[in-house]
């Protein structure tokens, strides 16, 4: 009879999820955090805010520190996360900071250094001191920190780090390369580490009058990069693999990649897999459907020892996830929106760890005309690196008959399904302007996109539109949340602040002609998928897929932000999966 395990401490949990921020995995910090079940123990609570503050999600941070009543606390820590939330609000606009926000966050910084004469908000309240142009502050503060302790007789990350940062406000370059290169030897300097160090050096650098000569601090303190891994499959020969290998153990220590995503194709994904883990790298699997259907498809055909190969990367892998849960259907389509979305977390992890995002790929010289060719070309579209390994040529392996395709249609689509709660409970005598109200905004706002609407439905409350591109539907959707936000909660007798619940995904579905409405349809798995996000998200917000938000994060410059809310069990046990909110950056 097994024995119920007891939840962990709450000092061990506060552990976990500071071991979680320092190797810079935000979302498994985030998900820790909040199992914790109660807001009673001040640093978990504290940690949460922080890693929404690393996420990006401020608006929440600030919501929540106020809630636990964190200004309350008598540590520095705790005291200047109010500070450090104000300062990103100031840079969360458009173009220069908020002037305004900036004073703001440099005076409250000021104010805990002289409650608690710590470093850390001094060397904060000079950095901003110096971005807002009050050069006189920012030296005062920075020569108190950096006359603290002498260089040779700090130790540990952050005292080094900070050493340099006031370093920089002083105009000493040199001296900050040193302060910083001595850092970087220390025992905690991780990942999570060095990508706040980086934020903080990339503000200072834009500032007007920031020091000549950043850009080798920039380069110096550059976390470990992100990688997407593809390339050719083939049957194995070891001379060659062993080559290839070399190769690319080579291409990985030189661009310092710590973070690889991708799927576990034979030949050249699991070459790539073995040298980034050999490395001491975090690898994370994305696969492009059913486990089975791609082991059928994508590596038993080379041979059953890649198939060993693949288990044991797995074995060793962050974590295994999917672009979409489907079988293989035939045909490329599934591969090419796998490869995208993968693309697409690479960056998602990347943008939080202020990293920067390449490709790492083994082609043939003429794998152009592959599918891989065609990552490589969708990469450096959006503005990405590729670091390519060329190979000879391959020896491709016989592959299996793809399933039959189907005759029906087939595209891959932004999905939106919405609704209003407590539709069901209106009075019969408000319905007529609930439909004024609600449905005719709604129509007018989607009118505006009549063009690249591919198609409109709606039961009651509920509308199922499908956009043509992620980019358009996560505008589309957040228009529709805003018009509707104008909606008179009291004439129609609903509860203040209801208002539309809006959910998108992005996959493929079929599509055809629909004999009961004589209408062009779209459906399938992930149209389901997209229906059962909608009843789990909030009144007035619209929430995402992560496959939406790697798609998005592949548009050109999009204005919007993803942010995380954690593993969420939709209805109907259709599973947990991570979901991210929507919202624009300005």
Sequence with gaps: ?????????????????????????????????????????????????LTLARLGDTQRALRLYDDYGLAEADDADSLSLKARLLKDLAFHSHGEPDHERL?????????????????????????????????????????????????DRRSGYFSLATLAEALVVLGDVPGARDALSRALEAPDADAGARSTTMLQLQRLAAARNAPPGMETLLELVQPPRVAMFCGNIFVGDPE???????????????????????ALAAGSDI????????????????????????????????????????????????????????????????FAYGSKVTMGMARLRARQLHAEAIQL????????????????????????????????????????????????????????????????????????????????????????????????????????AVFGDAAT?????????????????????????????????YGTTYSGYDPVTRRTNYYGTEVSKAARIEPVTPSGSVYVTEPFAAVLEMSDDHPFACNYVGKIALPKNYGVYPLYRLSRLY
């Excluded at 503060?141 to 006359?147: D, I, R």
Aim: charged share 25%.
């Design 1 to 49: 009879m097994s024995v119920p395990q007891s939840p962990p401490s709450p000092e061990h949990r506060a552990r976990s999820v500071r071991a979680a921020l320092a190797r810079g995995d935000l979302l498994s910090a985030y998900d820790e955090v909040v199992r914790r079940g109660n807001t009673e123990h001040q640093e978990l609570n504290y940690l949460e805010v």
């Design 271 to 334: 070459i790539i897999a073995e040298q980034l883990l050999a490395r001491g790298a975090e690898i994370h699997v994305i696969l492009p459907f059913a486990e089975a259907d791609f082991l059928e498809q994508s590596v038993a055909p080379a041979g059953e020892s890649w198939i060993a190969r693949y288990h044991a990367c797995v074995a060793s892998a962050a974590s295994l996830t999917y672009a979409s849960s489907m079988s293989f259907m035939g045909g490329m389509d599934q």
């Design 240 to 262: 060659l693999e062993e080559r290839l290998a070399a190769e690319m153990t080579e291409v990985i220590s030189r661009e310092n990649v710590g973070f690889g995503y991708g």
């Design 473 to 505: 539907a996560a505008a589309a959707a957040l228009d529709l949340c805003e018009e509707l936000g104008k909606v008179d909660c009291k004439r129609l007798g609903v509860r203040e602040g209801t208002a539309m619940r809006i959910a998108l995904h």
């Design 361 to 464: 790929v083994i082609v043939e010289e003429r794998g152009d005309r592959t599918l891989s060719g065609s990552d490589i070309t969708a990469w450096r579209q959006t503005g990405g690196r590729s670091e390519v390994v060329v190979a000879p040529p391959l020896t491709r392996p016989v592959m299996p008959p793809p399933p039959a395709e189907a005759t029906v249609e087939r595209g891959t689509y932004g999905l939106m399904f919405t609704d209003y709660p407590g539709f069901s409970k209106l009075d019969e005598r408000v319905l007529p302007l609930f439909w004024e109200e609600v449905m005719v905004r709604a129509a007018r706002t989607l009118e505006g996109y009549g063009e690249v609407i591919r198609q409109g439905n709606t039961w009651g409350d509920a509308i199922f």
């Design 103 to 151: 004073i703001e966050a440099c005076e409250l910084y000021e104010a805990v250094h002289e409650r608690t004469h710590s470093s850390y908000p001094a060397i904060n309240a000079a950095s901003l001191a110096l971005i807002a142009g009050k050069t006189d502050l920012a030296r005062c503060l920075a020569e108190k920190v950096a006359g603290e302790t002498a260089v």
